[in-house]
């Protein structure tokens, strides 16, 4: 069974940082690239940031350039999306994905207020 399994979430203030934490199981992690997702309530699912298989090309949305860094482990079959300088509007669920894939987390809550 696939399993995407998100982690690290939690209460922030502005200006804070997290590292999220995505653990994958019951696919060939290493021959994927991996996204990042979010989600706000009432709002659309927004792309955040993509990485390739071998982890040595990624890109981001416009919204958090500069801000955060995904990374991946293919020794440990975990993607991470480190998140730096965050803003209240980055409060939202975060998601993984294996790009190409319909396999997606339950999400990590992340919360930034003062």
């Known amino acids: 069974q696939v399993q995407l399994v998100e982690s690290g979430g939690g209460l922030v203030q502005p200006g804070g940082s997290l590292r999220l934490s995505c653990a994958a199981s019951g696919f060939i992690f290493s021959g994927y690239p991996m996204s990042w997702y979010r989600q706000a309530p009432g709002k659309e699912r927004e792309w955040v940031a993509s990485i390739t298989h071998s982890g040595r090309t990624t890109n981001y949305a416009n919204s958090m350039k500069g801000r955060v860094t995904i990374s991946r482990d293919n020794d440990k079959n975990t993607v991470y999306l480190q998140m730096n300088n965050l803003k209240v509007e980055d409060t939202a669920v975060y998601y993984c994905?294996?790009?190409?894939?319909?396999?997606w987390g339950q999400g990590t809550q992340v919360t930034v207020s003062s």
């Open positions: 994905n294996a790009i190409s894939s319909p396999w």
